[in-house]
């Protein structure tokens, strides 16, 4: 069992927690942010663009990232070092620590590059902790176009990973501990298959496993910038289907996840971090991952459910969900902790009750809004929309985490000076979808 524990950071942070070693970071930028917008405008030399960039909390902004939270949440994976580092080292990708975001062209929302084997290659893969395989384009028989050209926010070429150019590179046998795919070998010899099948739309990337480098950067305020190499297990993903092929991760994910196979677990086992790992985000929408991250020594936290285990996946235990100065009764529920979803989802029943609680507490008048996914919205323009009520999450060992940004407000000049609920329920009822914001 892979040990780690969900720590809450009052930036909007989560902290996945697990020994001793070094951290790796990079800085998170958000793909609707004014950073993003500029680049974007930089690469396609159209400064009409500035216009028709969402703006922030508007209507078609959350509209956006709700149409890829409700993608996110059909979606089921069933993926069937050697170097010793000082404790105060800090650790991050050789390309340096910046990750990316680049609108609906990309539909995930968290990217970084990274270098693979040797001579070193760069991919720019998606961060995903809801999977545990690293995978990129490889040996292609169905992968995304590559070129730069077919995306108006790259400013250099995607790349083709090939094992047998890479002097670092070893096939994974058949026989190999890691291989969950010996039943479709012919021989134990044979390089081992994966098939990382995502149900919705029909997504997935399917190949075998190589055994590569991967390079990291390393520095420490007592030593200089020095480079490390890890060896990490990597998918040759040969074919990809469904969203992979239409602008999600057209260069590869980075599992973050607790499968052995990921890159936080290999990392750790290699003794180079503690297993663990945050990501947090400030205000601006931007913020950085780091592995090996286990937060400061005050730092709320709650264990992650046995559950995760049968999928693979962070799930918490909610025991109580507190509105104003009250908890509802029988509000418990297990939550999934996606990295990749922008909305918290609850479960139908604990929904319907918040929404009910809310709403009393809220004296403003409540409105409809037409075409909206928003259902309860209500009139901001009155003093008493200001008086929103507080809401918390209760976890075990009567741990709190205070939720932030429950409401969002659009302005007049959109659909009127509004102000709505931003939870949405579950079309699943034993779970629900937990994104900690600040």
């Not at 340096?96 to 720019?124: E, K, R």
């Not at 070129?147 to 926010?153: K, L, M, N």
């Not at 996946?313 to 297990?334: D, H, K, M, P």
Request: net charge negative; hydrophobic share 35%; aromatic share 12%.
């Amino acid at each position: 069992m892979v040990n780690r524990v969900a720590i809450f950071m009052l930036l909007g942070c989560l902290l996945l927690d697990g020994s001793d070693a070094v951290s790796f970071s990079s800085k998170l930028v958000h793909r609707f942010s004014d950073e993003a917008k500029e680049r974007w405008i930089s690469k396609s030399g159209n400064v009409s663009v500035a216009d028709s960039w969402p703006k922030k909390n508007s209507v078609e902004y959350l509209e956006l990232l709700l149409s890829n939270d409700w993608k996110r949440q059909n979606t089921r994976v069933k993926l069937q070092s050697n170097n010793n580092s000082s404790r105060n080292q800090l650790l991050f990708p050789s390309e340096g620590s910046q990750t990316h975001f680049f609108g609906n062209q990309f539909y995930w929302l968290h990217y970084t590059w990274i270098d693979i084997g040797t001579p070193n290659v760069s991919f720019l893969v998606a961060l995903d902790a809801g999977s545990n395989l690293l995978w990129v384009p490889c040996q292609c028989i169905q992968c995304a176009p590559l070129s730069a050209s077919y995306y108006t926010s790259l400013d250099r070429n995607l790349s083709e990973y090939d094992p047998s150019s890479s002097s670092s590179s070893k096939n994974v046998s058949c026989s190999h501990h890691l291989c969950k795919s010996r039943s479709s070998c012919k021989s134990l010899k044979d390089p081992c298959p994966y098939i990382a099948d995502y149900s919705t739309e029909d997504t997935s990337s399917s190949g075998y496993l190589v055994d590569d480098i991967l390079h990291l950067a390393s520095f420490s305020k007592h030593a200089p910038q020095s480079s490390v190499q890890s060896s990490v297990i990597i998918g040759c993903g040969r074919k990809q289907t469904g969203s992979y092929l239409d602008g999600a991760a057209p260069d590869g994910v980075m599992g973050l996840g607790l499968g052995d196979v990921s890159v936080p677990s290999l990392l750790a086992k290699a003794g180079l971090i503690q297993n663990s790992f945050s990501i947090c985000f400030d205000e601006n929408d931007s913020g950085s991952v780091f592995f090996g991250d286990q937060g400061p020594a005050t730092q709320q936290s709650t264990s992650f459910l046995p559950i995760g285990e049968k999928y693979d996946a962070y799930f918490v235990g909610v025991e109580s969900y507190c509105i104003g100065n009250s908890c509802l009764t029988q509000s418990g529920f297990q939550a999934l902790v996606d990295s990749g979803a922008s909305f918290t989802f609850l479960p139908t029943e604990i929904y319907a009750e918040v929404v009910v609680k809310f709403d009393k507490l809220v004296s403003s008048k409540r409105i409809s809004l037409q075409g909206n996914s928003w259902k309860y919205c209500y009139n901001a323009s009155s003093e008493e929309m200001l008086k929103v009520p507080d809401m918390r999450l209760i976890f075990s060992k009567n741990q709190s985490f205070v939720v932030r940004n429950h409401i969002f407000s659009f302005p007049e000049n959109e659909v009127g000076d509004h102000a709505c609920f931003s939870y949405f329920t579950l079309e699943y009822n034993f779970t629900g979808i937990l994104i900690l914001q600040k």
